[in-house]
C-alpha cells in the first residue's frame, strides 16, 4: 500500500526555534490531517486541512494543504518542551465514501536542553 | 470524553501462539480500524470496518484476522505469533455522520513483542 514521505525522519532542536516538516505524495489527496503523538500514548489530531491551498493555524502551529494536492506542510514556531513526540501526516481519498487515511513515516521531534 | 480503550498495553508472547488484542470505544463509531506501528514505517493499516460483522483487509493484513461482533469492539488476531509481528498495534475509530472530518481517535496502543 502507499505511504506517504514525511521528512525530515528526526530533529533534534533548541528550545524557541521554529520547525518545519513536510509530507509528500505521488498521489492526490482530498484532506490532508496532522497527528501528534505523545511518549506512550496514541496520536492525536491537530490540524484539518480540506482544500487546497488552505493554511489553517492552531495556536503555534501552522499547516498548507499544497496546491497541487500532493502535499502539506506543518511549522511550529517558538518550540516548547510539550513539543516533543513524534508527528504523522495523513491523507484521504473521498472515493465513494472511502474513510481510510494513509499516513506518512513520521517525524521525532527532541527538544535538547 | 471520548475513549477508545486498548485491553492490554504490554504482551509478551511466544511464537506460535494466538494472540487476541481487544479494542472498545465508547463514541458509537461505526468505522473501526487496526495499525502497526514501526520506526521509520509510521503507521501501516491492517484491517478496518465500517459496521457490524463487515471487514475490509488493509495494506498489510498477511498473518491478521479481525472479528466485529459488537458495534462498540473490534478485536484483532494473531493466528500464530511470529517475531515479525513484534510491533505497537493502534486500534481507532472514526464517526460516518456529518460533518465528516475525517478524524481518527486512537487508543493508547498495545506493545507486542513476540520471542
Known amino acids: 500500500g502507499q505511504q506517504l514521505n514525511q521528512s525530515p525522519q528526526s530533529m533534534f532542536i533548541q ?3 521554529d520547525v518545519s516538516m513536510n509530507c509528500t505524495s505521488s ?3 482530498n484532506t490532508w490531517l496532522w497527528y501528534k503523538q505523545d511518549p506512550g500514548e496514541g496520536p ?24 497541487t494536492r500532493k502535499d502539506s506542510f506543518l511549522n511550529i514556531s517558538a ?8 508527528y504523522f ?5 473521498r472515493d465513494f465514501g472511502n474513510e481510510k487515511l494513509t499516513f506518512g513515516t513520521g517525524t521525532r521531534l527532541t527538544i535538547i536542553p | 470524553d471520548v475513549k477508545v480503550t486498548q485491553s492490554s498495553r504490554y504482551l509478551v508472547k511466544r511464537t506460535g501462539e494466538k494472540v487476541f488484542l481487544e479494542c472498545v470505544q465508547d463514541m458509537d463509531h461505526e468505522n ?7 520506526p521509520g514505517l509510521g503507521l501501516r493499516l491492517i484491517y478496518f470496518s465500517y ?9 498489510i493484513p498477511e498473518g491478521y484476522s479481525v472479528s466485529r461482533e459488537k458495534k462498540e469492539r473490534f478485536s484483532l488476531i494473531l493466528e500464530s505469533a511470529s517475531t515479525n509481528q513484534t510491533s505497537m498495534y493502534l486500534c ?3 464517526s460516518s455522520g456529518l460533518p465528516n472530518t475525517g478524524e481518527l481517535f486512537f487508543g493508547e496502543g498495545s506493545r507486542l513483542t513476540v520471542l
Do not use: H
Open chain 1, 15 to 17: 528550545e524557541g526555534e
Open chain 1, 89 to 93: 501526516c495523513a491523507g484521504q481519498r
Open chain 2, 32 to 38: 473501526m480500524f487496526w495499525y502497526r506501528q514501526d
Open chain 2, 51 to 59: 459496521d457490524v460483522k463487515m471487514k475490509e483487509k488493509g495494506d
Open chain 1, 27 to 29: 498521489s492526490i489527496f
Open chain 1, 44 to 67: 492525536v489530531l491537530l490540524i484539518a486541512l480540506y482544500k487546497a491551498g488552505e493554511l489553517t493555524s492552531n495556536g503555534r502551529l501552522t499547516a498548507q494543504f499544497g496546491i
Open chain 1, 79 to 86: 518550540s516548547i518542551p510539550s513539543d516533543v513526540g513524534i
Open chain 2, 92 to 94: 481507532a475509530s472514526s
